[in-house]
C-alpha cells in the first residue's frame, strides 16, 4: 500500500519516527505538502494522511482512483468533502483520544475560569503598575454555560462543570438520548444564547457553513456575557466580536481558533480588550501529542490490513 503524508505543524520532529514505524509494517510512504495534492501522480496512492485541514475534495477523489482511506492527525476533519468520500467508499479516520477530549475538555474549562477572574484585566493592570477593578470578576460557580455543540467534548465539559454545580445549557442538532448530565438540559439556540453568561462552542465545522456567533448572535446574548471558542475558528465571526468587545456589550473572549491561522497581524482582535488569545494549541498536552500521533499510525496501519484483506 502507498500512503502520501502530508506534513503537519503537529508532527513537528516526529515525522521520522511515524514515517520508520510505517515502513516497517511494510507501507510504502511518500512525504509532501499541500501542493503534492495537485501534483500528478496524486492518484498512485491508497491513503493520504495529514492535517485535517488538508483540502480533501471531490476534485481530488476523482483523480485518485485507487485511494481507500484519509487520515487525518488531529480530531477534525474540516478539509474533508465527507459527503463525496463516503460516496466513494473512502474510509475517514481522526486522531481523537480519550485523551486528547479529555485534555481540550479540561483546557476549555480552565480559560472559562480565566475569564471569570478577569485574567486579562489582571495582567493589563500588572503591565499598567495599576490595581485591576475587582467588580469585573465572577465565580464560576454562579454561572450559566451554554455549551453550542455537544459531543465527545462538549460532554466532557459538561461533566467538569459539574463539580462547580453549574447550570449548562445545550444546543445540538444532533443530541443523544440519556447523554446530559444532572443540571444540564437541552435548548434552542436562541434559548442559550440568552441564558448563558458564558457562551462556549464545541460545534463541528462543515464546508460552506458559516460562522453560528456572528453580530446578530451577539446581540442576543446577554450584556456582559464571556465566549469561549476552542473547536474551529469558522464558527465566530471575529471582526463582529472584537467590534463586541470593544463596546462591552461582550465581557470577554477566549478563542484559540481563527478562521486563518496562525492570525492575522491586522486582525481586529489582537487590538480588542478582555480578550485571551492562543495559538489552537491550548488543550494539547506531551501525553496528549503522543496519543495522537500513535493513533495517526495506527489508522494508517489498520487501513493498510484492510486493504490487504480485501
Known amino acids: 500500500m502507498r500512503v502520501l503524508l502530508i506534513s503537519a505543524p503537529a508532527l513537528r520532529n516526529r515525522e ?31 491513503v493520504i494522511a495529514g492535517p485535517g485541514s488538508m483540502p480533501a475534495t471531490a476534485a481530488l477523489f476523482d483523480r485518485c482512483p485507487r485511494l481507500k482511506g484519509l487520515v ?3 480530531i477534525g476533519c474540516e478539509g474533508f468533502d465527507r459527503e463525496a ?34 485574567l486579562p484585566g489582571a495582567m493589563a493592570a500588572f ?33 467538569r462543570l459539574g463539580a462547580w454545580g453549574v447550570r449548562v445549557l445545550v444546543y445540538s442538532r444532533s443530541l443523544e438520548e440519556g447523554t446530559l448530565p444532572d443540571g444540564s438540559e437541552s435548548v434552542s439556540l436562541i434559548r442559550l444564547l440568552r ?18 456567533i456572528d453580530k446578530s448572535a451577539l446581540e442576543v446574548m446577554k ?13 465566530v465571526d471575529e471582526n463582529a466580536v472584537a467590534a463586541a468587545l470593544r463596546s462591552g456589550r461582550l465581557g470577554g473572549a477566549a478563542l484559540d481558533c481563527f478562521a486563518v491561522e496562525p492570525l492575522p497581524e491586522s486582525s481586529l482582535l489582537r487590538q480588542a480588550p478582555n ?16 496519543a495522537m500521533v500513535r493513533t495517526f499510525i495506527d489508522n494508517i496501519i489498520r487501513l493498510a490490513s484492510e486493504e490487504a484483506r480485501s
Open 16 to 46: 521520522d519516527e511515524v514515517v520508520a514505524e510505517l515502513q516497517l509494517a511494510g507501507i510504502d510512504v511518500v512525504r509532501g505538502d499541500m501542493a503534492a495534492l495537485e501534483s500528478a501522480d496524486v492518484g498512485d496512492f491508497d
Open 72 to 74: 487525518s492527525l488531529g
Open 85 to 118: 468520500a463516503t460516496a466513494r467508499g473512502i474510509t475517514i479516520s481522526t486522531g481523537r483520544t480519550a485523551r486528547s477530549t479529555g485534555d481540550m475538555a479540561s483546557a476549555t474549562v480552565a480559560v472559562m475560569l480565566a475569564l471569570c477572574h478577569d
Open 127 to 159: 503591565e499598567q503598575g495599576t490595581r485591576r477593578d475587582v467588580s469585573r470578576a465572577w465565580t464560576l460557580d454562579d454561572a450559566t454555560v451554554g455549551l453550542i455543540g455537544y459531543g465527545a467534548i462538549g460532554r466532557d465539559v459538561a461533566r
Open 195 to 212: 441564558g448563558s453568561d458564558i457562551v462556549s462552542l464545541h460545534a463541528t465545522l462543515s464546508r460552506g457553513d458559516g460562522p453560528i
Open 223 to 235: 450584556p456582559g456575557a464571556l465566549l469561549v471558542n476552542t473547536a474551529r475558528g469558522g464558527l
Open 275 to 290: 480578550v485571551i488569545l492562543t495559538p489552537h494549541q491550548i488543550g494539547h498536552t506531551r501525553a496528549g501529542a503522543d
